[in-house]
């Protein structure tokens, strides 16, 4: 078995005689690979899924992509750049070893984040998107510091998203989610954003719309 760069759980696709669609899960900061796996088994039959570890263990327990830290001035927070910047690539590294490891179609690729998990996933599809079709975001929104300088210049004509948001979230705003569709439209890139009477969390109606939505374009 390959040594990975991120530790990971696997479910293949039901038909493993062919190359399936892959489905790529980030959970957000503090939780762990478990979490968004607890979505697999929901999920279609003819997809591969995994879900990914981020790389910064937490005290007590889980992981995180990359810190937040405080300002103990101002109340506010500040999202570590430098540490994003490197689990971006580090899943680069990782997304590497799985289409070369498992039985899945390199062509078809999704990234399904939550919270920092999607945060990760827009810099990570924005930056290459050649590598990924399919984006869906939950909770989370767009930091552009995180993406490779020049991003604006890549190709986006084979990616599209979809993102989502809890109208009452108290963990990230969700006027900062509102501002996702308009970002992707100045770059070209189909879109749908839905929002949910719920905080900061997936309502069983937001699990049915992105998955018939990855259905349809995965």
Known sequence: MATFALEHLYRPAADTSKKAPLIIMLHGYGSDMNDLFSFASELPEEY???SVQAPHAMQPYGNAWYAIHWDQVGGG???DIEQAVASRELLGTFISQALDEYPVDRERVALIG???GTILSFA???SHPQQI???VGLSGYIVPEMYVENYRENDFSGLKVYSSH???DAVIPVDWARKTPGFLDELGIPNVFSEFPVG???APQNFYEFKA???ENL
Do not use: R, T
């Open 77 to 79: 927070k500040f999202n």
């Open 133 to 135: 079709k399919c984006v």
């Open 114 to 116: 939550f919270s920092q």
């Open 200 to 202: 900061h969390g997936v």
């Open 48 to 50: 591969a899924v995994l």
């Open 124 to 126: 990570y599809a924005l």
């Open 166 to 168: 809890g109208s009452v």
């Open 213 to 215: 939505w990855l259905e």
